[in-house]
């Protein structure tokens, strides 16, 4: 195969050569590809002034304003029967089937399943808990 030969650059437009080029913004998107990217530095806790370099194996954690975490409780609770919510889990199928599997291995609900996961992982992000603590105080439903 042969190359093909190089096109000739395309000359300026000579009303725009004193003109400059506006730049163009850098978002955090541009970055890195989605799923990527690790922030280098933790985010600060709360009353804190520095961060704590992010060891290798760390999962990247997104900073959460009290306001935000107050928003979102908000949120939640408008969206909520009897003190529960119900939402929907997409799980490609060898995911899908190995939890069917585990359930009627363990003879639990997939539900309970997933909600034994889903609190051992909430375990691990204390960043969390720190939030629940500074939410107002809901009532439990009737």
Request: charged fraction near 20%; charge should be positive; avoid cysteine.
């Amino acid at each position: 195969m042969s190359a093909m030969p190089a096109r000739p650059p395309v000359p300026p437009h000579p009303e725009s050569a004193d003109v400059p080029k506006p730049l163009g913004s850098l978002s955090a998107s541009l970055l890195a590809r989605k799923g990527d990217a690790r922030p280098a530095m933790r985010p600060l806790a709360l009353g804190t002034a520095t961060g704590v370099p992010v060891e290798d194996d760390a999962a990247p954690v997104a900073s959460v304003t009290v306001a935000t975490a107050r928003r979102i409780a908000r949120e939640s609770a408008t969206r909520t029967r009897n003190g529960k919510a119900a939402f929907t889990l997409r799980l490609d199928s060898d995911r899908h089937v190995r939890l069917r599997l585990a359930s009627a291995m363990t003879r639990h609900s997939s539900q309970h399943l997933v909600t034994l996961a889903l609190d051992a992982f909430l375990q691990n992000l204390p960043e969390v808990d720190a939030l629940v603590a500074q939410l107002p105080v809901t009532r439990a439903p009737k």
